[in-house]
């Protein structure tokens, strides 16, 4: 930019000192000296002008080169954000994965739980039948021993009653007058009889 500066300024002294030769009117200047200037001033010109082209096809090659940057940056960015992309979607079919494999084992466990509760609430139902049937019995039971409760009070009742018969009394007075009595002289002159026996059939 400071060359291109450079250059436009050189161009208004030139052209400026041209136009002021020819303006003026109190100075004449021969045709070879005007012919030689004005040559000066056309390679001058010439030459500014190819520093201008140089300095285009510098800059036309600047900017090549900035465009090819540019177009290789884009490519770059361009790979990064495909590779990102696949790296997105596969952290996306891995979670997805991931989900859906924990979504059976959640699945799983809560058939497991399930199964088991189902069980539990079975057992628990035979429980209580056995719990009931169990209490059916104790309940049969009771009633049945009330009932022989009530027999034995009854059989006793009749027993006290035949008892306590006159008649029944007399029997019973009559076997007891039956019946021997023995006393501890008797039980032991049966003893002595009884070795007596034993030593005489040992003797023999």
């Known amino acids: 930019m400071r060359n291109v500066c450079v250059m436009v300024m050189m161009l208004v002294l030139v052209f400026g000192t041209a136009g002021y030769g020819a303006v003026s009117d109190d100075v004449y200047v021969r045709k070879d000296v005007f012919e ?20 285009r096809e510098e800059h036309k090659a600047q900017i090549t080169e900035l465009k090819d940057e540019i177009k290789g940056i884009r490519e770059e960015n361009k790979a990064q954000i495909t590779e990102l992309k696949d790296e997105i979607k596969a952290i996306r079919e891995e979670n997805k994965a991931q989900i859906t ?66 008649a029944v009394q007399k029997i019973f007075q009559s076997i007891a007058d039956r019946k021997p009595s023995l006393t501890i002289e008797d039980v032991r002159r049966l ?14």
């Open 36 to 55: 030689a200037y004005m040559h000066r001033v056309d390679d001058k010109l010439d030459m500014i002008l190819g520093l201008i082209r140089e300095q």
């Open 101 to 166: 494999e924990l979504r059976e084992e959640l699945k799983d466990e809560i058939k497991g739980i399930r199964d088991e509760q189902t069980a539990q609430r079975k057992d628990i139902n035979a429980l209580s039948n056995r719990v009931s049937e169990l209490t059916g019995r104790i309940e049969g039971l009771d009633a049945r021993l009330g009932d022989l409760r009530n027999d034995i009070y009854l059989g006793l009742v009749i027993l006290g009653i035949i008892v306590g018969l006159p």
């Open 191 to 204: 003893i002595e009889e009884n070795n007596m026996k034993l030593s005489g059939k040992t003797q023999a």
